[in-house]
């Protein structure tokens, strides 16, 4: 069974810094990009970024309101990845998803985590 | 940045009746297009990938058809579970971007 479990949210104050992990299991990590996508209270899905496989040097990509401020690291020894948020404002208030797509036998599914809610506040 | 806009916001049906969810890119995308369900205090669930093929275990009575910049979501017939806000999602150019979201209530 395919899961994905983030951790590591929690209150901090604007300025500040927070790391996410999303530990994987179920699928053959190594192999699948994987996104971060957050929804602030109330509002819509925003995609974060995307690591990509090793296939694909690892190399990333960012949503230009995090870019320069967020890094997105994946450890494929451990099944997991990682979202660095520094210099944090208040808009980034949100839960944060973990997500990939994993095609197989069966077809395409979708899987995201429960979410790790990150507060910035004073 | 490509934008996408969801229409109508709000969709109040009764079980059973169809429900036509519409989403528009500002450029073509060609078909990398996905759309989400999401009901409250859940993770979305990817229902529909690449416009029209439908992700594993999803029910047929979802369904997506379109190309470019104008795209459909169909449920054929509401199901009481299927009453929830859904997203589109562009996979097309970098980067990635949702639409605002259609919510869709029981009426």
């Known amino acids: 069974e395919v899961q994905l479990v983030e951790s590591g949210g929690g209150l901090v104050q604007p300025g500040g810094s927070l790391k996410l992990s999303c530990a994987a299991s179920?699928?053959?990590?190594?192999?699948?990009?994987m996104d971060w996508v957050r929804q602030a209270p109330g509002k819509g899905l925003e995609w974060v970024g995307r690591?990509?496989?090793?296939?694909?040097?690892?190399?990333?990509e960012y949503a230009a309101s995090v870019k320069g401020r967020f890094t997105i690291s994946r450890d494929d020894s451990k099944n997991s990845f990682y979202l660095q948020m520094n210099s944090l404002k208040i808009d980034d208030t949100a839960v944060y998803y973990c997500?990939?797509?994993?095609?197989?036998?069966?077809?395409?599914?979708?899987?995201w985590g429960q979410g790790t809610l990150v507060i910035v506040s004073s | 940045e490509i934008v996408l806009t969801q229409s109508p916001g709000t969709l109040s049906l009764s079980p059973g009746e169809r429900a036509t969810l519409s989403c528009r890119a500002s450029?073509?995308?060609?078909?990398?297009l996905a759309w989400y369900q999401q009901k409250a205090g859940q993770a979305p669930r990817l229902l529909i990938y690449?416009?029209?093929n439908r992700a594993t275990g999803i029910p047929a009575r979802f369904s997506g058809s379109g190309s470019g910049t104008d795209f459909t979501l169909t449920i054929s017939s509401l199901e009481p579970e299927d009453f929830a806000v859904y997203y589109c999602?562009?996979?097309?150019?970098?980067?990635?971007?949702f639409g605002g979201g259609t919510k869709v209530e029981i009426k």
């Open positions: 997500a990939t797509t994993v095609t197989g036998m069966a077809g395409t599914t979708g899987y």
């Open positions: 179920g699928f053959t990590f190594s192999d699948h990009y």
């Open positions: 690591t990509r496989n090793k296939a694909n040097s690892y190399t990333t």
């Open positions: 450029q073509s995308i060609s078909s990398y």
């Open positions: 690449d416009a029209s």
């Open positions: 999602q562009q996979r097309s150019n970098w980067p990635l971007t």
